[in-house]
């Protein structure tokens, strides 16, 4: 999945320039021209990188304390900061506020992309990291040699490459969170996140909570899992234990690809992969009224 940069420079020849650099590389780019433009699209969706300019003419905040925001809020999002008028007290300012680095206009394309490159790879390193200590001593290895293990390598192998849903039933231990992974991984999004919720093991008044986010006063937010597997694969464990309410929200986001968090009334877009594990007969959980038809088959 292509990198989603936001661009934030008042000069709208810059936005302009930088975005066809960026997606002359294979980048998805948004801009804003200002600090509301900025923060409504950061609410909208969490992007990949922010480029920030520091001095925004007509803003309600300059680059600095946009800044501090995204690193309140978002503190995973790298953020390079931007500007034709920096000082090195700026730059030690920025850095000390959380930039991933500072970059001076006119920049050159080749600067811009190595810097880029080097931000996303940082903050996908920090979020593998997180990601392996969170599983240390599993593996992505599937053991065996009969039949059945052969067919199972096949269907992953035939399933991995399309973008297509997909749901996993097998008792518990039986491996489907690895044959999950092993979809993920071979996968077109094995470089995006992937990220585990299990159904099962959440309070159901904190469901939607969990998958949605939240969105208080004063613009305090908490992403949910969709959001935080935007441009990988989610995966709804034990996805017969989600609460009817909650199937029916989720029949719309894997409908439309956009949700609003618990609280909040922005629509958030989407980009994410889903895949669904149960040790429960589904169709018998539907026949019994526990669990959505229009979900299953979306499933």
Request: aromatic content about 4%.
């Amino acid at each position: 999945m292509a990198q989603d940069i936001l661009i934030v420079d008042d000069e709208a020849d810059i936005r302009t320039l930088t975005a066809g650099i960026l997606e002359d590389e294979g980048y998805e780019t948004r801009e804003a021209a200002d600090s509301q433009g900025a923060l409504e699209a950061l609410s909208a969706r969490q992007p990949s990188l922010v480029l920030l300019d520091i001095w925004l003419q007509g803003s309600e905040l300059d680059g600095l304390q946009i800044l501090k925001q995204i690193k309140q809020n978002h503190p995973e999002i790298p953020v390079l900061m931007m500007s034709g008028h920096g000082t090195v007290e700026t730059a030690v300012t920025a850095i000390k506020d959380g930039a991933y680095d500072f970059i001076e206009k006119p920049f050159k394309a080749d600067r811009l992309l190595l810097n880029v490159r080097r931000a996303v790879e940082a903050a996908r390193l920090r979020s593998e990291n997180e990601e392996l200590r969170l599983r240390a001593g599993s593996s992505l290895d599937l053991i065996g040699t009969s039949s059945a293990m052969r067919e199972i390598q096949q269907v992953i192998d035939r399933a991995a490459p399309s973008n297509s849903r997909i749901l996993i039933f097998g008792p518990s231990g039986s491996g489907k969170e690895i044959v999950a992974r092993n979809i993920h991984a071979r996968s077109n999004r094995a470089d995006g996140p992937f990220v585990i919720v299990n159904c099962a093991t959440m309070a159901p008044d904190r469901v939607e909570m969990e998958l949605f986010g939240t969105e208080g006063d004063g613009g305090s937010r908490r992403i949910g899992t969709f959001e935080r597997a935007h441009g990988g694969t989610l995966v709804l464990d034990e996805v017969s234990d989600m609460p009817l309410e909650t199937q029916g929200k989720i029949v719309r986001v894997l409908q439309e690809q956009n949700f609003e968090r618990v609280g909040g009334s922005t629509r958030v877009q989407v980009n994410v992969r889903v895949i669904s594990s149960t040790t429960r007969d589904l169709q018998a959980e539907v026949a019994a009224g526990r669990f959505r038809e229009d979900l299953f088959y979306r499933l």
